[in-house]
């Protein structure tokens, strides 16, 4: 099992960056496929990015692709979101999660998540 909890959300104007940062507890951590989901208001929570257990594959929404980089330190037990050029659009809780086996890019693959972590962008 895994405790997952993010920081590094905020407010930030467009085309400004941020980086989210996902501090987890438990020995086994590096044995987990790690995902970044973020929900909207009044919206269905969307994939955003995904690492595999090694950080040697990663995987991006199409929406994010190009301006979001996810990271892994599997000895500090952290996954990062490197987000760039945001957008207005991106604004929305951030959220953190974890699952057993290959990465993917659906959010109810993942078996662990944590509180979540707001990102605002004023245009």
């Known amino acids: 099992q895994v405790q997952l909890v993010e920081s590094g959300g905020g407010l930030v104007q467009a085309g400004g960056s941020l980086r989210l940062s996902c501090a987890a507890s438990?020995?086994?951590?590096?044995?987990?496929?790690m995902g970044w989901s973020r929900q909207a208001p009044g919206k269905e929570r969307e994939f955003v990015a995904a690492?595999?257990?090694?950080?040697?594959?990663?995987y991006y929404a199409d929406s994010v692709k190009g301006r979001f980089t996810i990271s892994r330190d599997n000895a500090k037990k952290t996954v990062y979101l490197q987000m760039n050029s945001l957008k207005p659009e991106d604004t929305a809780v951030y959220y953190c999660?974890?699952?057993?086996?290959?990465?993917?890019?659906?959010?109810?693959?993942?078996?662990?998540w944590g509180q979540g972590t707001q990102v605002t962008v004023s245009a």
């Open positions: 690492i595999s257990w090694s950080g040697g594959n990663t």
């Open positions: 999660a974890a699952k057993t086996g290959f990465y993917s890019d659906y959010p109810v693959m993942y078996d662990y």
């Open positions: 438990g020995r086994t951590f590096s044995s987990y496929a």
